[in-house]
């Protein structure tokens, strides 16, 4: 089969662990006789520097054309005093948007291996944790209506949701629910907020369409305090951009290891847009230091969910698993008696084990 894919390495660490998940896509490209078709596109801060925009038409034409997206990282200091519409942070978002990806998956998953680097009490995790964050990506408080007052005094920035916007995300968490424990938790700020009792109503809607699976409400603020006092009642949590974005970046911090987590980005075709769920991390850019374990992973989604190659997705999981039972470690989530590894071995060594 040929995949073909847009590459977007991106800022700071982002060319560093992209390499790396080009790497493992071409030993399962081997394994499997797949075809793979790359093209590379300017996104972020190298774009404003390169062709003075964040987000050049030609990388959104392109990622269009292809069939899915595989992004490193984009931001840093370089560019942090650059006006909203013109920081690096605007790319991610005009891909989003001009996309059409709605549906964000981002899995915390507590590998054993790394049991260690929880920041939780060994009770509250025994069994280990497994959820997925289901986030809403295109609407919301991101893309409503922002501005300021003539002087300049005043600001503004608007949440706002469609029926429309809040089913077709709902399904998704519900199909996925159907697919792990049967299990949903809707998580909202149905108190204060009227879009959030517009989302509360659509999910119970939408909930009968899908009688097996449990689903419950719980306000933000106390979705946050629950992750940490007792993060295994969660499965699947699906909620609004905003709230989706604080909760995955909590839940990727009690598993340990944010260097450790994938994402996608989805929408009803099988075409998504794939990366790291942590940032570009110029402090270590170029140094051969960064974790390339959730690059890798989100390749693995990539397969999985644009390419429909469950097998291939598996090798790479399972590659990963056995390179961490080897004991090889990157230093975000080096521990005592670990080899440590920069993020070219770490690669190399998840390819050689696929
Ligand atoms: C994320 C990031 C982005 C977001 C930023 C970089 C725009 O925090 O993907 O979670 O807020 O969505
Ligand atoms: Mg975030």
Sequence with gaps: MKLKIAVIPGDGIGPDIVAEGIKVLGEVAKKFNHTLDFSFYL????????????????????????????????GGPKWDDLK??????????????????????RPAILYRQLSEACP?????????????VVRELTGGIYFGDRGRNENGTRAYDTMAYSELEVERIARKAFELAMKRKKKLMSVDKANILESSRLWRSVVNRVATEYPLVTVSHMYVDNA?????????????IVTTNMFGDILSDEASMITGSIGMLPSASL?????????????????????DKANPIATILSVAMMLRHSFNLEEEAAVIETAISKVLDDGYRTLDIMSSQMHPVGTKEMGSLIAQAI
């Design 267 to 287: 929408r009803e075709d099988s075409f998504g847009m794939y990366e790291p769920i942590h940032g570009s991390a110029p402090d270590i850019a170029g140094q």
């Design 84 to 105: 909203g519409d013109m920081r690096p942070e605007k790319a991610l978002l005009g891909l989003r948007g001009g996309l059409k990806l709605f549906c964000n998956l």
């Design 120 to 132: 939780l009490k060994d009770h509250i995790i025994e069994g280990g944790l497994d959820l997925m």
């Design 43 to 74: 996104a972020g801060g190298v774009a404003i520097d390169s062709v003075g925009e964040p987000l050049p038409e030609s990388t959104l034409l392109g990622c269009a054309d292809a069939q899915a997206v595989l992004l490193g990282s984009v």
């Design 224 to 236: 946050a305090m629950q992750l940490v006092r007792n993060p295994k009642q969660f499965d699947v």
